[in-house]
């Protein structure tokens, strides 16, 4: 199975598993980030850790800061033109493994949907 197939199906499947899902409050987000808190940073001084930071990554595109060492893998589908739109994030922050098969990140991902809008309500709030 090829790469893009597998992020699809991948995508496909979150879309799915979300529809329907209540969205999310932003003080809901900010408490489940603290999962994510370890390795990146959000805010007025946020900086690459582990990971990069992530402020204005909601509709920006993948692996858009310099300053960080990306997976070749994250750093080829952002080359095909992978976005960050709420939808692909979504499918990566619920199953990082399977949207980018060699992803760097060694979180497993959210397992509620609920917990996955309320992040992405949360992160969309830092441009």
Known sequence: MNRTYRFTLALSFAAATLTGAARADVAEGEKVFRKCNACHNVGPEAKARVGPALNGIVGAAAARDADYA??????????????????????????????????????????????????????????
Not at 84 to 95: M, Y
Not at 102 to 117: A, I, Q, W
């Open 70 to 127: 990306y997976s070749d893998a994250l750093a080829e589908l952002a080359a095909e033109g992978l976005t960050w739109d709420r939808e692909t994030l979504a499918a990566f922050l619920a199953k990082p493994r399977e949207v980018v098969p060699g992803t760097k990140m060694s979180f497993s991902g959210l397992r509620k949907p609920e917990d996955v809008s309320a992040v992405i309500d949360y992160l969309a709030t830092f441009d």
